[in-house]
């Protein structure tokens, strides 16, 4: 930036700039630079004045064309024309002299921007449309959630960036900086996710906000210890489905057989509401835990439910003291296999319900997870990622023992089920051969199947892919490119030619 006064004796002009980076400079006079030379930063802000006899006989005016702003108002004798703090550079000046106090050429409002600070910079973060039951804050895929932010203090204006992270798998931007506050977000993988805004204030600085999410399905399960339930204002509450206990042990039918069974099943199918059911164990031998399947299809037999009655498997309920022992490892999973496959022989769909500690620790996971698996873990914190460090592969995850639901007199377990395409148990049932990607955002396909593991590529919604096997819910897939890698997700549909040329894909 130059500028002089020609032919006005001691008369000078003068004037500093405001530079990115390096904030005002020094006062220079009749055409000497008031920029650092090759520094390459933008002007953001001038101030001029006169010096002399002239500055007696004349007033200047100046004003700034700031990008995203324009012409600003006019400033005078010395004052601040232009910005800062915004990173907007000055891309023309204009300068008048008008007789010492005679009117300004224009406007003199906001000759000068800047943010005001008006406090500490803090932000809120929340969903709107999701449900809440005992703190689990969840969604079902294929509905919207609106994802609130606010903003206070900091300087001027804000900005919003809305992300999502599906825990192990990447992050997806949902929306780049905006002015809104809101953003609408309909999930189609489910999933753990957690939540992020960014707000920006004008002066570039941004904090962070974060929520978790659950996108699945929200359950509970009961026995004839919730007493007499009003199915109807169950599923109003938003309940997706209920685990109904179905009896225990092995040895009497009409004393083992939970006295709530009829009575729930019945009023679950009249509200339409899905249910799977629970047995719950004291076996202690692989012969006790085939007599306690038996058992239960001798119950299933005497009151009329068939596996076209269940859209949610069959529980074994492994929670014992005595089996919460090391020792009991080995014969704790030939129990859980043996009653599983009774079940499925029976053409039912079996599951394992048993803690994070019982399934880490008493059991073998590895010959067990071709069943379904339903987890027991309990926080003060529902959405705790802790829960979740270091863990198997869940299909459901019971969170509290102690949640309240509308229609139920006093507590009862809640859950959140993460499918609804069950494996039957058997080796070897994964759906193989071409499929189509149905995620909601994309996918990272991993060297081996572990969280850990590279990432060597990414699927996205509408990708055709070739499933090689299965193995605790990792899918050995092969890209339509050749990739070859591991996906943690079960979001594939069967894949339909609509075109000659795919067929050969």
Not at 57 to 64: E, G, K, T, V
Not at 91 to 99: M, T
Not at 204 to 221: P, Y
Not at 483 to 491: K, L, T
Request: charged share 20%; with cysteine.
């Amino acid at each position: 930036m130059k500028a002089g006064a020609q032919s006005l004796g001691n008369s000078s002009v003068k004037y500093r700039t405001y530079l990115q980076t390096y904030g005002w400079q020094n006062w220079v006079s009749n055409g000497a630079s008031s920029a650092k030379a090759g520094s390459g930063k933008r002007m953001e802000a001038i101030e001029i004045s006169l010096t002399g006899d002239i500055s007696s006989q004349y007033d200047i005016y100046y004003r700034s064309y700031v990008t995203g702003y324009g012409w600003l108002g006019w400033a005078c004798n010395g004052a601040t024309s232009g910005t800062t703090d915004y990173a907007k550079p000055i891309e023309a000046v204009q300068a008048v002299l008008v007789k010492k106090g005679g009117a300004a050429p224009g406007s003199t409002n906001n000759a000068y921007l800047k943010p005001e600070v008006t406090g500490p910079f803090e932000i809120s973060f929340s969903p709107s449309g999701a449900s809440n039951f005992g703190g689990l804050v969840s969604i079902e895929p294929d509905h919207d959630v609106i994802l609130v932010a606010s903003a206070k203090g900091g300087a001027g204006g804000y900005q919003y960036r809305y992300r999502a992270e599906l825990i192990g798998g990447s992050i997806q931007t949902l929306k780049d900086y905006s002015g809104s506050s809101s953003y609408t977000w309909r999930p189609n993988t489910p999933g753990r996710y957690k939540m992020y805004v960014d707000v920006k204030d004008s002066i570039g600085t941004v904090k962070t906000a974060m929520f978790q999410m659950s996108v699945g399905l929200s359950g509970i399960d009961v026995s004839e210890h919730q007493g007499t339930i009003d199915w109807k204002k169950v599923k109003a509450a938003g309940i997706d489905y209920a685990m109904i206990r179905a009896g225990f042990g092995w040895e009497e039918i009409e004393d083992q057989t939970d006295a709530s069974l009829v009575q729930n099943v019945t009023g679950a199918k009249q509200v339409g509401l899905p249910f799977g059911l629970y047995h719950y164990s004291y076996a202690d031998t692989v012969e006790e835990a085939k007599k306690e399947a038996k058992f239960l299809l001798d119950i299933l037999k005497a009151n009329n439910i068939a596996p076209s009655d269940l859209s949610y498997p069959i529980a074994f309920d492994i929670e014992e003291p005595d089996r919460l022992n090391v020792s009991q490892r080995r014969v704790n999973t030939d129990m859980v296999n043996a009653f599983c496959e009774i079940i499925r022989d029976a053409g039912y769909l079996p599951m394992v319900y048993a803690s994070k500690t019982v399934i880490q620790d008493y059991l073998y996971y590895d010959e067990i997870s071709a069943n379904n698996i339903w987890m027991a873990a309990w926080t003060s914190t529902p959405n705790d990622t802790e829960i979740f460090a270091n863990c198997f592969p869940v299909d459901m995850w019971q969170y509290s023992e102690s949640g309240t639901v509308d229609g139920i007199n006093g507590r009862v377990d809640l859950n959140i089920c993460y499918t609804t395409v069950f494996r039957d148990g058997s080796a070897g049932n994964t759906q193989k051969g071409k499929v189509v990607v149905d995620a909601g955002s994309s996918l990272n396909v991993r060297k081996a199947p572990s969280v850990n593991a590279d990432v060597v590529g990414s699927l996205y919604k509408d990708d055709i892919v070739t499933i090689i096997s299965e193995t605790s819910g990792w899918y050995q897939v092969v890209t339509s490119t050749g990739v070859s890698g591991y996906v943690f997700a079960n979001i594939f549909r069967k894949f339909r030619c609509k075109a000659k040329a795919q067929c050969s894909l």
